[in-house]
């Protein structure tokens, strides 16, 4: 994770935290870390394990990839069937080497399997 990241992430964090009016000690209590661990995390002084990442954002119902910045999008399992479907076959997209017809392509089928099965 580098610097900038590490800035999203306590951007994002402190963002997180005052729309639920928690403060850093309240927040750190509920993840079971010290106040000063938060306090760090938030300033973008140290970065948290994998482990406590994914604590962090079940906590605050985002997905990591929201914390860390790398996506606008919150929580893919909150949007309603077919952005999910679309959210998750986009963000593999690119691994697989797909083009963004082929996302529309795979989209159409599956729209159309789901409407011959209804």
Known sequence: ??????????????????????????????????????????????????????QIADLFDVSADFLLGKSTIRNANALPGMDQVYFRLAKGAEELGLTEEDVDAILNLYHSHRQQNQ
């Open 1 to 54: 994770m580098n610097e900038q990241n590490n800035n999203r992430l306590g951007q994002n964090l402190r963002i997180l935290r005052k729309e639920r009016q928690w403060t850093q000690s309240i927040a750190a209590q509920k993840l079971g870390i010290s106040f000063s661990t938060f306090a760090k995390y938030e300033r973008g002084d140290i970065k948290p394990d994998t482990d406590k990442l994914a």
